[in-house]
Nanobody
Framework: QVHVVESGGGLVQAGDSLRLSCAASGRTFWTDVMGWFRQAPGKEREFVAVITWSTGSTDYADSVKGRFTVSKDNAKNTVYLTMNSLKPDDTAVYYC???????????????WGQGTQVTVSS
């Protein structure tokens, strides 16, 4: 059984930085891909970033390119999302997910965490 647990959310001001962590237990070949998604109130869940355990390949949503960085620590089974120059529009619940296929669609990810709230004040 695969479990993913996010942490690191909080309340920050615009322009601040924050680092989210995602601890993944029970990793298998079927969970090589780790994605970050977010969902703001009244909006659909949207892709933020993705990374693979095996090769470290990454991809980002256009809205966060140049500000967010996804990274991993294989020894700790942990993926990170470092968020710089935060904006009020970044306010959302951030979710970590594990799956087999490299992609931006939430439906391709099988295992999800409970989410962590990020609030950016102006």
């Amino acid at each position: 059984q695969v479990h993913v647990v996010e942490s690191g959310g909080g309340l920050v001001q615009a322009g601040d930085s924050l680092r989210l962590s995602c601890a993944a237990s029970g990793r298998t070949f079927w969970t090589d891909v780790m994605g970050w998604f977010r969902q703001a109130p009244g909006k659909e869940r949207e892709f933020v970033a993705v990374i693979t355990w095996s090769t470290g390949s990454t991809d980002y949503a256009d809205s966060v390119k140049g500000r967010f960085t996804v990274s991993k620590d294989n020894a700790k089974n942990t993926v990170y999302l470092t968020m710089n120059s935060l904006k009020p529009d970044d306010t959302a619940v951030y979710y970590c997910a594990a799956g087999l296929n490299f992609g931006v669609r939430a439906s391709t990810y099988r295992y999800w965490g409970q989410g962590t709230q990020v609030t950016v004040s102006s």
